[in-house]
C-alpha cells in the first residue's frame, strides 16, 4: 500500500473538480432539503435547473408553526455579547446607555388613598464598561415589565431597578418614569372646578452603590412684573392715563431629592409646597368673576424671576422629606422677545457647572 502524506498530496486538476461535481450532483439529486442544507446549503445551486445566484435557496413562506426552544435560542448570535474585539471607536466606559420613552400605563397612589392608572413614558439605561461591546436593550423593557403592574411606588421602581442591574451586569443605572398627573382644582369665586394636569417625572439613579430617589415637577403660573405694575399706577396717578402690567405664563421645573427616612413625599404635597410659594398658578374653569379675582390675585403677587426663585426655595426647605433641591423658572415674557429665567439649587445633587442648552427651551407649556 503506498500512503501519502498530505503535503505530497497532488492539487486536484480541472478533470477532478468536475468528477467530484458530478458525484455532488448524483448525491444531491436524491438527497432531501434538510440533509443538502446541512452539508452546504450552496450545494442546492449545483442541482439541473437551478439558476446561479448569490443567495441560498430560502424559503419564502411565513413558518407559523416553528416553535424557538431553549436549544434553538442558545445557537442564536448575539453582537451586544460579543467580545471586546468587535467594539468600534474608543474602547472607554458609557455612562448611560439604554432606551427612552417606551409606554406603558401604570398605577399610581394618591394623598387621599386612591389609584390613578395614568400613560407613563419610561427611560431607562446602565452604564457600560469599557471592555463590554453592549446591551441587550430589550432586557431594560423585561425587567420592567415584570413589575409594572402592581400599584406603583418608589419601592416598585427600586425592585425594577434591581432585576434590571442584575440582568445587564452594570454597576450604575437610571430609571425615569414621566406622566401628566391630574388633579381637580377649584375656581377662585364660581364655585366651578376642573383638572389641572402636572408634567411629573421619578427617576431613581443609582450610582456608586449609592442610590437616591428624585421627583421633578413643573408647575405653570402667571407672573406679573412689579416694575410694570408701579408704572402703571405712576401713569395713572400722575397723569390719569389707563395702563396695564405685563403678566406672562411662566413655568418653574421643581427637582427633589427625597429622604428616604422621613416619610412619603406625595405629588399633591409638593403642588401643594409651589401653590404656597406662588399662587398665581394658572386657572382651568373661569367666569367673570373668576377672572377679576385672578388679576387681582396677580396685583397682590407681583415677582420677579428671582423672586419666583426665592418663593420656591422658602417653601422646600420648610419640609423635612427634602434634602436637595433645584428651581429653575423661566418668565416668558409678554414685554420682551426674550425670557427671564434664574436657577436655584440647594445641596450637591443638583449643582453643576453647565447646563442644556436647550434646558430652558423645554420649559415651554404648550397647553
Not at 454597576?171 to 425615569?176: C, M, P, S, T, V
Not at 427671564?340 to 440647594?346: D, E
Request: glycine share 4%.
Amino acid at each position: 500500500m503506498n500512503i501519502h502524506p498530505n503535503a505530497l498530496a497532488e492539487t486536484p486538476d480541472r478533470d477532478a473538480a468536475k468528477a467530484a461535481l458530478e458525484v455532488l450532483r448524483t448525491w444531491a439529486a436524491q438527497a432531501d432539503a434538510v440533509e443538502i442544507a446541512q452539508l452546504d446549503p450552496a450545494v442546492a445551486r449545483l442541482l439541473p435547473n437551478r439558476a446561479v445566484s448569490n443567495y441560498p435557496d430560502l424559503s419564502r413562506d411565513y413558518p407559523e408553526d416553528f416553535v424557538a426552544d431553549e436549544a434553538y435560542r442558545a445557537t442564536l448570535p448575539d453582537l451586544q455579547n460579543g467580545p471586546a474585539s468587535l467594539i468600534r471607536g474608543a474602547k472607554e466606559q458609557i455612562q448611560h446607555v439604554g432606551i427612552s420613552n417606551f409606554r406603558l400605563p401604570i398605577r399610581f397612589h394618591t394623598r387621599d388613598g386612591g389609584d390613578l392608572t395614568l400613560e407613563t413614558s419610561v427611560t431607562g439605561t446602565v452604564s457600560l464598561e469599557a471592555e463590554k461591546k453592549g446591551i441587550n436593550m430589550s432586557r431594560i423593557m423585561r425587567s420592567f415589565y415584570k413589575h409594572a403592574e402592581k400599584t406603583f411606588s418608589f419601592q416598585v421602581l427600586a425592585h425594577a431597578l434591581d432585576d434590571y442591574l442584575t440582568d445587564l451586569q452594570s454597576l450604575d443605572a437610571r430609571l425615569q418614569m414621566r406622566f401628566s398627573f391630574p388633579a381637580k382644582i377649584d375656581s377662585l369665586r364660581s364655585g366651578l372646578s376642573g383638572y389641572q394636569y402636572y408634567d411629573i417625572a421619578l427617576e431613581l439613579v443609582e450610582i456608586g452603590g449609592t442610590r437616591q430617589m428624585i421627583t421633578h415637577l413643573d408647575y405653570v403660573y402667571s407672573s406679573t412684573c412689579p416694575c410694570s405694575l408701579e408704572l402703571s399706577e405712576h401713569a395713572r396717578q400722575a397723569r390719569g392715563q389707563l395702563a396695564t402690567p405685563h403678566s406672562q405664563r411662566s413655568v418653574a421645573r421643581i427637582s427633589v431629592l427625597a429622604d428616604p427616612n422621613a416619610g412619603i413625599l406625595w405629588f399633591e404635597d409638593l403642588i401643594d409646597h409651589c401653590r404656597q410659594a406662588v399662587p398665581t398658578e394658572t386657572q382651568v374653569m373661569v367666569k367673570r368673576e373668576d377672572e377679576q379675582a385672578f388679576a387681582e390675585l396677580n396685583a397682590a403677587n407681583p415677582i420677579f424671576v428671582e423672586d419666583a426663585a426665592r418663593l420656591f426655595c422658602e417653601a422646600l426647605k420648610s419640609d423635612s422629606r427634602i434634602a436637595d433641591f433645584r428651581i429653575v423658572a423661566s418668565h416668558q415674557e409678554s414685554l420682551h422677545s426674550h425670557d427671564a429665567i434664574s436657577v436655584l439649587t440647594q445641596g450637591p445633587t443638583f449643582s453643576t457647572r453647565s447646563l442644556d442648552p436647550h434646558h430652558f427651551a423645554s420649559l415651554i407649556h404648550r397647553g
